[in-house]
């Protein structure tokens, strides 16, 4: 009996371990989740890709969008399917500060860099973790490109760009619904317009000149803060997958939001 306890007991404990891995691997993988005030985060898989812009190719590009580079993002994560909305943002923090006050389902704008740290901290805090935060900008790059090398995540006819974001060729002067047009292929709406969105990174111009291969964090200092992706206001120029704006985290705006990401360790 000595020798059968002394032999089961291993025995559970591997199998204990092997159910405990499998299941933190299925989490892991899990395409898509859900957090309990119903954001939607999609699946954004490891892996490399080209950071930047090509200036002999892209006659809009800036020279902050240089050099090209090769970044590797060497972990998964999940990305907001949508940019946060006002209805979100008034389950977290009790109050909508949005200057376009369209519906509950339009994008959260008017927030500051620093008022987003402040929504972060209170959802991690009401879904019991830290793992909310906001994007890197070659994660938000990562993102947005979704395998595309291309000016845009669809291509580089601009004639297209409608059907995926609102800008100022088609908003009609105002934010419109998160999710109401044409995802990229990794199943993210508005990337390229609705409203820039705050990612974690201070800005840099030169950053890309120096900028780590593996997963960029950006300077480790800086007075601006990196926006990201395109707006209802401002042209097809600035929805370019490689375009990047810079802003004071302080002020508001009303052409300003942000969507989440979730770390998945």
Known sequence: MKNLRNSFLPFCITM???????AGFAFAAEKTHTNSIGMEF??????????????????????????????????????????VTQAQWEAVIGNNPSELKDGPNHPVDNVSWDDVQEFIARLNEKEGHNRYRLPTEAEWEYAARAGSA????????????GKYAWYSGNSEGTTHPVGALEPNAWGLYDMHGNLKEWVQDWYGKQYYATSPSTDPRGPSSGSD?????????????SCRSADRDDYSPVPHSHIIGFRLALSIE
């Open 150 to 161: 291309s000016v845009y995540s669809f291509g580089n006819d601009a004639g297209q760009l």
């Open 225 to 237: 803060r990196v926006l990201r992706g395109g707006s209802w206001l401002w042209g097809a120029y």
């Open 16 to 22: 204990f371990t092997a159910v405990f891995v499998a």
């Open 42 to 83: 999609v699946l954004i898989p490891a892996g490399s890709f080209t950071m930047g812009s090509d200036k002999s190719k892209d006659e809009d590009a800036d020279d902050d969008e240089t050099p090209q580079h090769r970044v590797t993002i060497s972990k998964p994560f999940y990305l907001g399917k949508y940019e």
